[in-house]
Each structure stands twice: as C-alpha cells, then as structure tokens.
C-alpha cells in the first residue's frame, strides 16, 4: 500500500523546495526525489486528518527535550549542505516543529539581519538549551564550523537525553512492581483481615502471636483508613516538596552515590557525560579550562563535582589532565593512561570519546547487575510479606477448627 510522504529539499541551486510525494516506503521516495536531483534533509509521512486536528489541539503543550534535539538537528543538516544561514533559520522557522521554537526562529531571523552574531541570537532566543550548546555555537560560530558544532551539540544533547531515559525505565520496573505489591499488601490488611478479624472476635480460640498482630494491624487500619489516607497524602506532598529543593536532591544523590552498587552506577554514569561533553567541547576549538568547567556542570554526584573542580585548578595551575586527574583519584589506572596518551599523541578529544564509551558500556553493565538484584529482591520482599500475613490468617483459623473440635 502507498503512503504519502511530506518532504523538504534542496535542489540544484541551493534552494529549499517542499511538497509531497507517494511510495511504498520511504527508501523509495528517497529515490525519486533523488532521481528529481534534489537532496532531501526532511522526509516524514503526511498526516492524516485526525492527526492534523490532534496536532491543532495540541499546540499549547510545553516544549520537549526532542523537540529541541530535532529542531537543531535540521538545523545542522541544512548548514552542513551550505544553505545560507539565514535561509536556514527562516526555513526552521516555517517549519512549526512548535510554535515557541518557530517564535525563537523569527527573533533569530530579526536579530541576523539587524547585524547580530547568530551566537548571540540564538543564546538569547533559546535560554533554555544546556549551556554547552551555546559554548559550542559560538565556538563554532568563530571559526567557521557552525553546521559541525550544532551537529556535536545535538549528539551530546541525544547521548544526555539516553542516559535519563536508560536510567528512568531502568527503575520504572522496580517501582511498578513495588507500589503493586504494596497495594495489594493495603488491600488484604483493610478488606481482607478485618473480615477474619470480627470471626476472631467471637470465640474464645488461642490465636498465635503472628495471627494476633496481623489481625490487629488489620483492624486499625480498617478503623483509621481516613486518618492514614490524610497522613500519607501529606508525607507524599511533603516529599514532592522536598524533592523539588535543590539541597534535598543534592543530598539524596550523594547518598545514593555512596550504595554499594548504585553508587558505582551513577558515579560511571557521570564520568562517562563527564569525557563525552570535554571531548565534544576539546573537538570544537573550545579552550581546556573552559572546556573542563562546562563538563563539569554536567556532573550529578556532588562529591565527584568536587573532586572535578581541584582537577580544574590544577590544570589552571599549568598541571597536565593526567596528572591532576590521578592526583585526585576520580578515574582509574586505565582512564589516566588513556587521557595521557590523548594529550601526548594529540587526540585527547578521541581518548576521551574512547574513555566515554568504555564507562558506557561498564555503566550498563553493572546497572543490567542492579536490576538482577533489585527486581528478585522486590519480588521476595512483597511475596514474603503477603505470604507472612496469609499464614497469620490461616493459624488463626486452624486456632479456631481445633477449639471447635
């Protein structure tokens, strides 16, 4: 069956030509508007009239991480294949990705052509973007590498956005499987228990211990459920409220970074965002020293920040990356050969890219680890707690078939 693609285009000229065209898929619409001559830099299938009118009703959704991600990868694209910038700002600005980066766009167009450098355009119209984009962009900007630099800034912006998305779906598993069991733990104490409870009440059987404390649990809560709802919607409030304290967070991440194995985790999680973005940063012309303070805002764990920060001032202080990073501790053996032979060959920005993706890969090893653990150790905390409150019940009613007896 064919399917209408919507595409953008550059012809011979250099100018942006847009429209449709039908295929059976979309290797084979890239190769008619190739064999038309024209050089596609965006090729997505046409909307249909349901999701043309959900996209209407949708528009005052707030901006995305991906929409920017996409926005600048166009971007990119349209600079690398020599389109003029202000064409390429003009076209991402009827592009409509969203109506407040199309606003940004037309300031940026303004500002270009008022005389402004496109730097300090952008930084101004688009504050929200991390702060080495627009290191990056200005780097670029000055020594005539602008389509490469957005291009490195978005695959730094892809790679920070897949280490919260790993992360995030990484413990999305154990927390469903916790508060499941813990709502099935609520249900059995509140509408089971007391039912065996009241049965309990009327003779005059010997209950176990265990019995005795399940079934009383079971009735306070039963009696006081509004009291306990009330209590635990204002610790639930109260934790969002501290959660969104940025000293809390602080904390709590530097807790977290001291657990036996999630602690090694988000520590190689960081230094790994740590070696991507100085390398980024190194390969765009961008100075060591300013180069290492931006990487450095990038990492999480505020005892390895501060390590981090000694190493800046060490190298401020005319020592070498290597040195200062193996006087600190933070990497090692092998990370510190790897940035030595970077800074003696040259390629620092390639040892460090190595360096990255060798802690990527241990990084996910051991978060692979984590979850072997935590996901068993979930599943027998919540499967022992409704077992133990299962033979409580049934002690209790053995109790009371052998007193009947």
């Not at 209408?4 to 619409?29: C, K, N, P, W």
């Not at 920005?349 to 990084?363: C, H, I, V």
């Given at each position: 069956m064919s399917t209408?693609?919507?595409?953008?285009?550059?012809?011979?000229?250099?100018?942006?030509?847009?429209?449709?065209?039908?295929?059976?898929?979309?290797?084979?619409?890239l190769r008619q508007l190739q064999g038309q001559g024209l050089l596609p830099t965006s090729l997505i299938t046409a909307p249909s009239a349901a999701a043309v009118t959900a996209r209407a009703a949708g528009r005052a959704r707030a901006i995305v991480f991906q929409d920017y991600i996409l926005t600048l990868k166009q971007l990119a694209l349209l600079l690398n294949a020599a389109v003029p910038l202000v064409q390429a700002v003009a076209t991402l600005k009827d592009q409509g990705i969203h109506p407040g980066l199309s606003r940004a766009f037309a300031d940026i167009e303004k500002r270009?052509?008022?005389?402004?450098?496109?730097?300090?355009?952008?930084?101004?119209?688009?504050p929200n973007l991390p702060a080495y984009v627009a290191q990056l962009v200005a780097a670029?900007?000055?020594?005539?590498?602008?389509?490469?630099?957005?291009?490195?800034?978005?695959?730094?912006?892809?790679?920070?956005?897949?280490?919260?998305?790993?992360?995030?779906?990484?413990?999305?598993?154990?927390?469903?499987?916790?508060?499941a069991g813990l709502?099935?733990?609520?249900?059995?104490f509140i509408v089971v228990v007391p039912r065996f409870s009241a049965m309990m009440s009327s003779t005059n059987a010997d209950v176990p211990l265990l019995s005795r404390l399940v079934l009383k649990t079971g009735l306070f809560l039963n009696e006081h459920a509004m009291a306990i709802a009330v209590v635990a919607a204002v610790l639930a409030t109260?934790?969002?409220?501290?959660?969104?304290?940025?000293?809390?967070?602080?904390?709590?991440?530097e807790a977290l970074a001291r657990a036996p194995l999630v602690g090694t985790w988000l520590r190689e999680s960081d230094l790994a965002g740590w070696a991507s973005l100085l390398s980024t940063m190194l390969g765009n012309g961008i100075d060591l020293i300013r180069a290492l303070g931006l990487a450095r805002d990038s990492?999480?764990?505020p005892s390895l920040a501060r390590n981090l920060d000694q190493v800046t001032k060490a190298v401020r202080g005319g020592a070498a990356l290597s040195a200062a990073l193996a006087r600190q501790g933070t990497f090692n053996q092998t990370a510190v050969s790897l940035i030595e032979v970077g800074e003696d060959s040259?390629?620092?920005?390639?040892?460090?890219?190595?360096?990255?993706?060798?802690?990527?890969?241990?990084?996910?090893?051991?978060?692979?680890?984590?979850?072997?653990?935590?996901?068993?150790?979930?599943?027998?905390?919540?499967?022992?707690?409704?077992?133990?409150?299962?033979?409580?019940?049934?002690?209790?009613?053995?109790?009371?078939?052998?007193?009947?007896?």
């Open positions: 209408v693609f919507e595409y953008q285009a550059l012809d011979g000229g250099g100018r942006i030509m847009s429209g449709r065209v039908t295929a059976v898929h979309e290797r084979d619409a270009i052509r008022a005389g402004d450098p496109f730097s300090a355009a952008f930084t101004g119209a688009l670029g900007e000055a020594i005539g590498r602008l389509g490469p630099a957005i291009a490195d800034a978005v695959k730094q912006m892809e790679y920070d956005h897949q280490v919260r998305v790993e992360i995030r779906n990484a413990l999305t598993y154990p927390a469903v499987l916790v508060t709502a099935a733990v609520l249900f059995i109260a934790g969002a409220w501290l959660f969104r304290d940025p000293a809390m967070r602080v904390r709590a991440r990492v999480r764990v040259g390629e620092l920005p390639a040892m460090l890219r190595s360096l990255a993706t060798l802690y990527e890969d241990a990084g996910r090893q051991r978060m692979k680890r984590f979850l072997l653990l935590l996901e068993p150790a979930a599943i027998i905390l919540i499967g022992g707690v409704i077992g133990g409150i299962v033979v409580a019940i049934m002690l209790a009613i053995t109790s009371v078939n052998q007193l009947a007896i």
